[in-house]
């Protein structure tokens, strides 16, 4: 079992920055892929970013690409998506997620937490 656990969220302007972390505890964590999606209001939960930790190998959803990165703190077993240029189109819950290979289908994540809520205003 993984628990995943994300902090970071909040309210911000257009073009301001958030950082998201995503705690991982209950297993051994260098044989997973960490994912962040997102879900915005009445919309389905769209791929974000992930990252393979055993090799850092990371991709990105064509519309981040630039603008958010994700990394990983092997020491922590912690994640992170720093979120740059944030658009009001950026709003959502995002989650953290953890899954056995890398991936952007939600269905092959078998761990997940609660989710944060980001809100960028125009």
């Known amino acids: 079992q993984v628990q995943l656990v994300e902090s970071g969220g909040g309210l911000v302007q257009a073009g301001g920055s958030l950082r998201l972390s995503c705690g991982a505890s209950?297993?051994?964590?260098?044989?997973?892929?960490m994912g962040w999606f997102r879900q915005a209001p009445g919309k389905e939960r769209q791929f974000v970013a992930a990252?393979?930790?055993?090799?850092?190998?990371?991709y990105y959803e064509h519309s981040v690409k630039g603008r958010f990165t994700i990394s990983r703190d092997n020491a922590k077993n912690t994640g992170y998506l720093q979120m740059n240029s944030l658009k009001p189109e950026d709003t959502a819950v995002y989650y953290c997620?953890?899954?056995?290979?890398?991936?952007?289908?939600?269905?092959?994540?078998?761990?997940w937490g609660q989710g944060t809520q980001v809100t960028v205003s125009s």
């Open positions: 990252i393979r930790w055993s090799d850092a190998s990371t």
């Open positions: 209950g297993h051994t964590f260098s044989s997973y892929v």
């Open positions: 997620a953890a899954a056995r290979a890398l991936t952007v289908l939600v269905e092959t994540y078998d761990y």
